[in-house]
């Protein structure tokens, strides 16, 4: 799940607090945590995505297929997959009432 954040050194506190742990990735654009099998991120200003409020992600074993899939029972593509590194792709869609789905293959 990634989050919007305003203030990441002040959002990062409060999410190493609530997980117990530090961060696994900690940079000035971005913030992520691995805490029991889940990924919590933290996107200042709501990162390139223009995000405004949380968007969970679901694992699929091949992402193409997911979104091909899910664009053909109506969704619509807001970001394409593309490779954010450590093998990991991610993309997004939007169900008819705008709520952003995301999508996330490990290679």
Do not use: C
Not at 79 to 105: C, F, K, S
């Amino acid at each position: 799940m990634l989050h919007p954040v305003s203030d990441l050194a002040k959002a990062k506190a409060v999410y190493a607090a609530l997980l117990g742990e530090a961060p696994q990735t900690d940079s000035s654009h971005y913030v992520g945590f691995e805490v029991g099998g889940q990924h919590i991120g933290l996107v200042p200003a709501g990162g390139p995505q223009d995000m405004t409020s949380p968007v969970a992600y679901w694992h699929v074993p091949d992402i193409d297929a997911k979104v091909a899939e899910l664009t053909a029972a109506g969704a619509t593509v807001k970001e394409a997959a593309h490779d954010v590194g450590g093998g990991r792709l991610v993309a997004a869609v939007t169900d008819p009432d705008g709520n952003v789905l995301g999508l996330i293959q490990d290679r």
